[in-house]
């Protein structure tokens, strides 16, 4: 099962690392996918989609500064996000405040625009699609990536905010938060003096000493930046 799981992984990154360097060469490749795909129903307007990232990147925000809420139990790379989704699509009433540590003056004269939302559309979160096509409340790194996200470039000036960079390293993927002033990930290990959070200045992460993990093009284990499925642009 896992020699299958790891082979379907590499098949998919080969063919996705090949579509990326066509792309510019085959716009009518591109033509035929706009054509073909069904547009989702639930997808977020622009300005959905603006307040969205807003709310998505406070949230993680909040998790870093003030460590993670006992609500946010998957603690790794894939939970961090799912979990940050989960909470923006939600209503951030007083209630919603107060069970994130919201309530100070500083946090509540500086919050986002509200979303407003279809009851379809807060349940994005509960619908993850899985490798194997089925969809549920939990999705891999992997799966996020590939069923779930859009590639948007390798130039992670192409970023914006809540979008996802993805890197590979053989046997396990990991998956970082652009922030815009910094990027946040989850090591995916807890202990109880180390939450497994870490927030890193995009100019150190350019010159990481393991350079396995440099957002750059010219790294093979940098797959590129993504961005989830339901925003637009």
Same mark, same amino acid.
């Given at each position: 099962?896992?020699?299958?799981?790891?082979?379907?992984?590499?098949?998919?990154?080969?063919?996705?690392?090949?579509?990326?360097a066509?792309?510019?060469?085959?716009?009518?490749?591109?033509?035929?996918?706009?054509?073909?795909?069904?547009?989702?129903?639930d997808?977020?307007?622009?300005?959905?989609?603006?307040?969205?990232?807003?709310?998505?990147?406070?949230?993680?925000?909040?998790?870093?500064? =003030? &460590?993670?809420?006992? /609500? $946010? *139990? !998957?603690? @790794?790379?894939?939970?961090?996000?799912?979990?940050?989704?989960?909470?923006?699509?939600?209503?951030?009433?007083?209630?919603?405040?107060?069970?994130?540590?919201?309530?100070?003056?500083?946090?509540?004269?500086?919050?986002?625009?509200?979303?407003?939302?279809?009851?379809?559309? =807060? &349940?994005?979160?509960? /619908? $993850? *699609? !899985?490798? @194997?096509?089925?969809?549920?409340?939990?999705?891999?790194?992997?799966?996020?990536?590939?069923?779930?996200?859009?590639f948007?470039?390798?130039?992670?000036?192409?970023?914006l905010?809540?979008?996802?960079l993805?890197?590979?390293?053989?046997?396990?993927?990991?998956l970082?938060?652009?922030?815009?002033?910094?990027?946040?990930?989850?090591?995916?290990?807890?202990?109880?003096?180390?939450?497994?959070?870490?927030?890193?200045?995009?100019?150190?992460?350019?010159?990481?000493?393991?350079?396995?993990?440099?957002?750059l093009?010219?790294?093979?284990?940098?797959?590129?930046?993504?961005?989830?499925?339901?925003?637009?642009?």
């Amino acid at each position: 099962m896992l020699r299958t799981i790891a082979v379907t992984r590499r098949i998919w990154l080969a063919r996705a690392a090949s579509a990326f360097a066509m792309a510019s060469l085959a716009p009518y490749a591109n033509a035929l996918t706009t054509a073909t795909a069904s547009p989702d129903p639930d997808a977020l307007s622009p300005q959905q989609s603006a307040a969205f990232r807003a709310w998505f990147v406070r949230i993680v925000d909040q998790q870093m500064r =003030r &460590g993670p809420t006992p /609500r $946010w *139990t !998957q603690r @790794d790379c894939a939970g961090l996000v799912r979990f940050a989704v989960g909470e923006t699509l939600k209503p951030h009433d007083s209630k919603w405040l107060r069970a994130n540590g919201m309530t100070s003056l500083a946090d509540t004269s500086s919050m986002p625009p509200e979303l407003q939302l279809s009851a379809s559309q =807060r &349940g994005i979160a509960n /619908r $993850w *699609t !899985q490798l @194997d096509g089925s969809t549920g409340a939990y999705a891999s790194a992997i799966a996020l990536i590939q069923r779930n996200s859009r590639f948007v470039s390798k130039d992670v000036n192409q970023a914006l905010p809540g979008d996802l960079l993805f890197f590979d390293q053989g046997d396990d993927q990991h998956l970082m938060i652009w922030l815009d002033r910094y990027i946040a990930y989850h090591t995916g290990t807890v202990t109880p003096t180390d939450t497994g959070l870490r927030a890193v200045a995009v100019s150190d992460l350019m010159q990481w000493k393991d350079s396995r993990w440099q957002p750059l093009d010219g790294n093979p284990n940098f797959v590129g930046v993504f961005r989830l499925d339901f925003l637009t642009p």
